[in-house]
């Protein structure tokens, strides 16, 4: 319950500890983000990772002089393209042996069984459209990686998802984060990002349940 805390801790204040991380690290800063988006994207057991919020938060200290926009973007795109990368060849080598066991630790079968649902419904738009949608933002490479999508396909939606990902979220906190009215309500803000970002999953899921009870 304690590390619960901390972690919606972490996404409600996100201007205040990356505050710190820029006072305390400085330059290093940027490889913080890195190793964060990274882990966000490419480690299959670490969706909880913040990773829309992240960024218009990034974005919203570029704004005040804090962070460079450009750097930004190069590094933040890079890692998420790598993450994705990594993911997907996670999948391809230890995927299919994790996708037919009943139970499987530190991984959500849940989570890979609902990311394997939206590839039957998307195909490989997927890729594009799980960058703005937590949780399945990280078990969609992996799921494509277990065999339902080639790599030289993957590689085409990987880096597509992750410029658009990386420049509109990165960008709205650069034009929005600095206004008084998203300063003064920060928390509120990330929290609309976060419903955003969950509710297609949210409005599918609901979609799934009520079909499930008319059959």
């Known amino acids: 319950m304690e590390y619960l805390l901390q972690v919606i801790d972490l996404f409600l204040h996100l201007d205040k500890y990356l505050t710190i991380i820029i006072e305390k690290y400085g330059l290093l800063t940027y490889a913080i983000l890195f190793i964060i ?3 966000e994207t490419g480690i299959v057991i670490t969706p909880f ?4 919020s992240l960024l218009f938060a990034a974005g919203t200290f570029a704004s005040l002089g804090a962070l460079d926009l450009y750097t930004l973007y190069a590094i933040l795109t890079i890692s998420a393209i ?5 993911n997907y060849w ?4 230890v995927g299919p042996k994790i996708f037919h066991k009943e139970d499987v630790r530190f991984l959500n079968k849940k989570h890979l069984l609902r990311t394997h649902e939206f590839y039957e419904k998307y195909g490989g738009k997927t890729i594009i459209i799980a960058r703005f949608i937590p949780i399945i933002r990280t078990f969609a490479p992996f799921v494509a990686g277990i065999g339902s999508m080639s790599y030289k396909k993957f590689v085409i939606y990987n880096i597509t998802g992750a410029i658009l ?5 990165v960008t709205a906190g650069y034009l929005f984060g600095n206004m008084p009215i998203v300063k003064n309500n920060f928390s509120l803000v990330i929290l609309a990002i976060i419903f955003l ?6 409005v599918e899921f609901i979609r799934h349940r009520l079909k499930g009870a008319s059959q």
């Open 165 to 169: 990902w990386v420049g509109i979220c």
């Open 37 to 39: 988006v990274f882990f």
């Open 90 to 93: 996670i999948g391809w080598y």
């Open 82 to 86: 790598l993450g994705d990368t990594v």
């Open 49 to 52: 990772l913040p990773g829309d």
């Open 197 to 202: 970002s969950i509710s297609p999953a949210l």
